[in-house]
């Protein structure tokens, strides 16, 4: 008879959905680390790294130089980044870490007022790792290092050794290396510490991380479809603002969308194990055919906004991921058995 009814409640359970385990939670929790998280963070740590290496290598290179090798170590820590960016969950909410990696949506001109203090500046020790750290975020991360190469003016000056050119490679390295320390402090507290306390965590402790891994993934959708489209795109075709779609300057807007929705999709599929199938097989396959969509969004995204002739793939697209978070937000929670809260974007 005890084998008998274990049977029936393991049906019960099966069937209906009976909420999931401690260590179902954990084990959930511990999926979305080790297959989605630590990954991705060690490539980013990689992907950094490596644009240290290139902007010594650029910088040592008597002019002119070429930086086709700073744009493509550019390109790699980009990549790297946009495929965990919407994650604020663990080491990266720290110290501000998250916003010095990137600053962006930029407010008040800060990234270029942040690089022009940095070069009006006279003294050296400013990129000192140390004192380095206590300048302005928004001149420490991605959007000012696409800002430093990406601008006609500066990257003209850092081709032809002009000045202020050597203050520029100063600058330049300093941030790539401000990015590497971050990005390798980030990947080792996740191994260190986090992945160990996940792999220990109780029901309360468990539960939480979940509905972190699930809050941040619904708000990564939404800062896709109301930031990164939403901006350029505005109210309609008179209000389209090309300059707010992230990263035009380095051709890169869409290519960040298209990587942030593999990662969207990428983390749910994590969360849900690889047996789903009926709503959570819905959810991955919606926000992958905004993917799907993405692909063929125009790579000057901002520019297309203000088109006639281009503008509707543009709202196509975030049309598709207003779907996919729709559909995420309602699907989600009861199938991991939390709920959400509020997120970044709610203020206060």
């Known amino acids: 008879m005890p084998r008998l009814l274990a049977g029936i409640v393991f049906v019960l359970v099966f069937a209906f959905g009976i909420p999931a385990s401690a260590a179902d939670h954990r084990e959930t929790a511990l999926r979305a680390a080790r297959d989605f998280v630590l990954p991705r963070y060690e490539a980013l740590a990689a992907a950094t790294s490596a644009q240290v290496r290139a902007w010594a290598e650029f910088c040592k290179t008597s002019p002119p130089r070429d930086p086709a090798a700073l744009d493509a170590a550019f390109g790699a820590a980009a990549d790297a980044w946009a495929r965990i960016e919407f994650l604020r969950y663990g080491p990266i909410g720290a110290e501000f870490r998250f916003e010095r990696m990137a600053h962006w949506p ?14 009006a500046r006279p003294d050296a020790e400013v990129f000192a790792p140390e004192r380095f750290r206590e300048t302005s975020v928004a001149g420490q991360g991605l959007s000012a290092l696409e800002r430093l190469l990406f601008e006609d003016e500066t990257r003209s000056a850092l081709r032809s050794g002009a ?44 539960r939480e991380a979940v509905t972190r891994f699930a809050t941040e993934l619904m708000t990564g959708l939404q800062v896709v479809e109301e930031l990164k489209l939403g901006g350029p795109l505005g109210r309609g075709i008179d209000a389209a603002r090309p300059s707010l779609a992230e990263m035009w300057r380095s051709g890169r807007a869409a290519r960040t969308i298209r990587l942030n929705l593999e990662a969207a999709r990428a983390l749910a599929a994590a969360l849900l194990g690889p047996q789903a199938d009926g709503e959570g097989r819905t959810v991955v396959d919606t926000i992958g055919g905004a993917s799907l969509i993405a692909e063929g969004t125009p790579e000057d995204l901002g520019e297309a906004a203000a088109d006639p002739a281009r503008r509707s793939r543009v709202v196509l697209l975030r049309d598709a991921v207003a779907s996919a978070r729709a559909v995420t937000a309602a699907a989600l929670p009861p199938i991991l058995d939390i709920t959400t809260g509020f997120n970044s974007l709610d203020g206060d």
């Not at 971050?182 to 402790?205: H, Y």
């Open 163 to 206: 000045p202020p050119a050597e203050r520029l490679c100063r600058i330049g390295q300093a941030i790539a290396n401000a990015l590497a320390s971050t990005s390798r402090d980030v990947a080792d507290e996740w191994r260190r510490d986090t992945l160990p306390a996940l792999e220990n965590a109780g029901e309360a402790q468990a």
């Open 106 to 119: 930029e407010r008040r001109n800060a990234v270029s007022r942040a690089l022009s203090g940095l070069v």
